[in-house]
């Protein structure tokens, strides 16, 4: 019969359709390593409370090593008997130190507690990886910002043309929000950093075992303060899936944006061979396929924070099985970035922008209607009016056939519009000039783009 960890009270053992849909290991596996990690915690606490004598921790924690190497090596893995990776690795060191000594490690601990434990230990190890691997995105356009100087781009709202802006300044509009991601792992760690072991199955232990010592072990800041909530909570896995879920999606508008200015319409920039795909029977085909699958894999990780947070909705405490179901949504998100961020980062450091193009658009559509406006409110016009005027402009350019842009417009066409309209204008109505003029904090003014680009550096050297 399987070895069940529950066997005594049972005159059966589970039918095996029930072992096949409780069964877990095929995804929990993937925390033998941390298990084995509160094993080793856990005896010490057992000798500590004079449970294990000397020899008995040494030989446990000894058998609990040579399974974690056997582990790592592959030469031992869970079984189909096994019902998830605590039974699985239960009886691996049975096997290695004998039902005697092996059979004492499992006092005063629950798998409730231990479960609990072991996914905060595991996410907190790969936030601070997903967090290294965002922060090469945010160097390579750090990177491209640098690159691109004080070349010019037009800036969109409604995806219509708005504004001139730095093509450096568009770039680190993507930076910061992924900064903030990073923090945003960085501040969830002081959250995940408590310790639910020892909570035992949800009421706490009563063998004297110490969670704040095991707590300390395992690198936590502390035990939890309730072994009712810390067993029975998951917002900790739910918010490292909001977070994960918010990066998807910060790098997914990123990834539309670089889909749209690699079209022959926009024609913004050029993806690199090595980073881009071909078509199969289009020999012509350059295809973002890397910004596609970020955009994709955005849908993909929000409905894994949907699915979770649907999960915990309305359960009661403390544990309850459904919770067995919190750590495939949150595995899918680690594995998904994990292949995503390398590929993502490379994409983004090796466009190349056509800066020609670029500037060559940046004033087209109007884009200087509100430098006009602007100027004749710096010569005493209310801004009412001053709207007004610009907007009467853009008319005058819409009359001509074809339509003409703001600068062709005659002296006298501009007096006739408006007797303000000296020329005088003419010193706003150039891309360099409107760039210059907003040089407010946060504007994309060279000078303020410059300083901008140095405390993103600096911040994503700090996180
Ligand atoms: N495999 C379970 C989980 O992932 C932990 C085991 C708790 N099971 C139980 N019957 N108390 O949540």
Known sequence: APLALWGGRFASGPAAALADLSRSTQFDWRLADVDISGSVAHAHVLHAAGLLSDDEVAGMVDALERLRADVASGAFGPSPDDEDVHTALERGLIERAGADLGGKLRAGRSRNDQIATLVRMYLRREARTIAGLVLDVVDALTAQATAAGDAPMPGRTHLQHAQPV??????????????????????????????????????????????????????????????????????????????????????????????????????????????????????????????????????????????????????????????????????????????????????????????????????????????????????????????????????????????????????????????????AVRDVLSVEGSLASRSAHGGTAPVRVAEQLTRAQARAAEL
């Open 166 to 423: 730095l093509l450096a300044h568009s770039l680190l509009a993507h930076a910061w929000p992924l900064l903030r991601d990073v923090e945003r792992y960085v501040d969830w760690d002081k959250r995940a950093a408590v310790s639910p072991y020892g909570s035992g199955a949800l009421a706490g232990s009563s063998l004297g075992l110490d969670p704040a010592a095991v707590a300390a072990e395992l690198g936590f800041d502390a035990p939890v303060e309730n072994s009712i909530d810390g067993t029975a909570s998951r917002d900790v896995v739910a918010e490292f899936a909001f977070v994960s879920a918010m990066l998807a999606v910060d790098l997914s508008r990123l990834a539309e944006e670089v889909i749209l200015w690699a079209t022959k319409e926009f024609g913004f920039v050029r993806l690199h061979d090595s980073f881009s795909t071909g078509s199969s029977i289009m020999p012509q085909k350059k295809n973002p396929d890397i910004a596609e699958l970020a955009r994709g894999k955005a849908g993909r990780l929000v409905g894994d924070l949907t699915g979770l947070l649907t999960t915990l909705k309305g359960l009661p405490l403390a544990y309850n099985r459904d919770l067995q179901e919190d750590k495939e949504p949150v595995f899918d998100q680690v594995d998904q970035l994990t292949v995503l961020l390398p590929a993502f980062a490379g994409m983004v450091a090796t466009l190349t922008f056509d800066t020609d193009r670029l500037a060559s658009l940046a004033p087209q559509g109007f884009s200087l209607a509100t430098d006009i406006a602007e100027w004749l409110v710096r010569e005493g016009v209310p801004f009412r009016v001053a709207h007004e005027v610009a907007g009467e402009c853009v008319r005058a350019c819409e009359a001509h056939e074809p339509t003409i842009e703001l600068w062709e417009l005659t002296d006298d066409e501009l007096a006739a519009i408006s007797p303000h309209l000296t020329p």
